[in-house]
């Protein structure tokens, strides 16, 4: 069985930073991915993803990652069913990033200039994030 999907897209808002109960970090952020063709009117449509990362990557996102960067998502999709204020039973899809990686350069001609403000050491190495 195969469940793997990779999108490279834009953040559309800061990623949400919380925590569980249990003190595990968990990140939600939305990204805008263009779709390679034209629709009807031969304007490029836009695809607005949900994803969620868990864990480092949850802290990875939060830290680096801000509304306009561009991300590219190792991921899984996932349907997680939940309950209604009226009980009847729903369903949300959403994308569990298992890795994220930084899609573009450095933000806005910024040195090093990570999504908090903060400084990217020139030697970290984005690399895997679980």
Not at 59 to 87: C, H, N, T
Request: negative net charge; contains cysteine.
């Amino acid at each position: 069985m195969l469940n793997h999907i990779v999108l490279m897209g834009r953040l559309t808002r800061d990623v949400e930073l919380r925590t569980t109960q249990s003190g595990v970090s968990v990140a939600s952020f939305t990204l805008a991915c263009d779709r390679d063709f034209g629709g009807r009117d031969g304007e490029k449509e836009t695809d607005f993803i949900d994803c969620v990362a868990w864990r480092s990557t949850a802290d990875f996102a939060a830290k680096y990652f801000s509304k306009g960067r561009m991300a590219v998502v190792s991921s899984r999709l996932q349907i997680r069913p939940w309950m209604d204020k009226e009980g009847s039973k729903r369903y949300s899809t959403e994308v569990a990033v298992e890795n994220m990686y930084f899609g573009d350069s450095k933000p806005d001609g910024k040195k090093n200039a990570g999504g908090d403000g903060s400084e990217i050491p020139e030697d970290f190495n984005p690399g895997f994030y679980e």
